[in-house]
């Protein structure tokens, strides 16, 4: 039987969308190690000065109110967002201008904006988990490190609809967005998450 290491399975990936704000990386399957092992990241912000992203697909088994005071009831899990400042607490939104100080991500998702007045939606029933998605720590990278990282194929750039980024709750959706990407993925798609089993 042929070892998974003897093949190429980086050949034929195309990799030659640029990261930018409200597209997504990919990881390829296997040089991330835990941290960002199958992992799909929205990117939020990149520039000169480095890039910004949140993991959608890594949800922890803690519900958001039981970590947010002020908050009656949502049933949303928290997510990892990356291993950046873990203290810390995200979130992205398709409310809008509903909240104030909002930065436009996407045509309908946003990042960030006034925690006062997310709690206040969520309390009054105008947020829950389908409009809004918590996370702890985000993912970041230094000038120049995503671009050297993506010409390594560590990752792939790649666009997604919105309501795949709101949906995003599984290990199992990175191998759904790669099939949709097609037949280049469908190498990595198939890959078992430990090789050495196969």
Not at 153 to 181: C, E, H, P, R, Y
Not at 185 to 196: A, L, Q, V
Request: glycine content about 8%; some cysteine.
């Amino acid at each position: 039987m042929m070892n998974i290491f003897e093949i190429d399975i980086f050949k034929n990936i195309p990799n030659e969308i640029a990261p930018k704000r409200g597209r997504i990386l990919i990881a390829d399957p296997f040089s991330h190690g835990a941290i960002f092992a199958r992992s799909i990241i929205l990117i939020t912000e990149h520039h000169k000065e480095g890039s910004v992203g949140f993991v959608l697909n890594k949800p922890t088994d803690v519900l958001a109110d039981e970590l947010i005071d002020d908050i009656i009831k949502f049933n949303g899990l928290l997510h990892f967002g990356g291993p950046v400042q873990t203290n810390l607490l995200h979130f992205l939104h398709t409310l809008g201008e509903k909240i104030p100080d909002s930065i436009k991500i996407t045509n309908s998702i946003y990042w960030s904006g006034n925690f006062e007045t997310l709690k206040i939606l969520i309390n009054n029933g105008k947020a829950n988990p389908k409009t809004v998605k918590f996370f702890i720590g985000y993912s970041g990278w230094g000038a120049g490190q995503l671009e050297n990282e993506i010409k390594e194929n560590a990752w792939v750039v790649s666009t997604v609809k919105d309501d795949i980024i709101m949906q995003a709750n599984s290990l199992g959706d990175w191998n759904n967005i790669l099939n949709d990407l097609g037949e280049d993925f469908k190498t990595w798609s198939n890959c078992p998450i430990n090789p050495n089993l196969n």
